[in-house]
């Protein structure tokens, strides 16, 4: 079964910088693309970003453009979110996911495979 664990989530103050990672393992991590999603208490999941399976097309959430910077790394089967000018409604436990659609796409019935998430804490 393809697994997907993220990490580098945490408290970081409005203005600040994170970077979250996602490691595949057990899957043909090359032939994805990959998303990030993200839900705030209270509020449905979102699409945040999306990078189609050689990184060379993105999309973004109009929210977070200029932003957030999705990326990946083949070698390592993980795929990036920098996040920078952080705002506190980016509060929210952020998912990454895995899509045999190797084309970006941010409808999240697409994705097959998901990680449980990290929490990311903006403060004001």
């Known amino acids: 079964q393809v697994q997907l664990v993220e990490s580098g989530g945490g408290l970081v103050q409005a203005g600040g910088s994170l970077k979250l990672s996602c490691v595949v393992s057990r899957g043909p991590f090359s032939s994805y693309s990959m998303g990030w999603f993200r839900q705030a208490p209270g509020k449905e999941r979102e699409f945040v970003a999306t990078?189609?399976?050689?990184?060379?097309?993105?999309y973004y959430v109009d929210s977070v453009k200029g932003r957030f910077t999705i990326s990946r790394d083949i070698a390592k089967n993980t795929v990036y979110l920098q996040m920078n000018s952080l705002k506190p409604e980016d509060t929210a436990v952020y998912h990454c996911?895995?899509?045999?659609?190797?084309?970006?796409?941010?409808?999240?019935?697409?994705?097959?495979?998901w990680g449980q998430g990290t929490q990311v804490t903006v403060s004001s």
């Open positions: 990078i189609n399976w050689n990184g060379g097309t993105t």
């Open positions: 996911a895995a899509s045999r659609w190797a084309d970006i796409t941010i409808v999240e019935g697409r994705y097959d495979y």
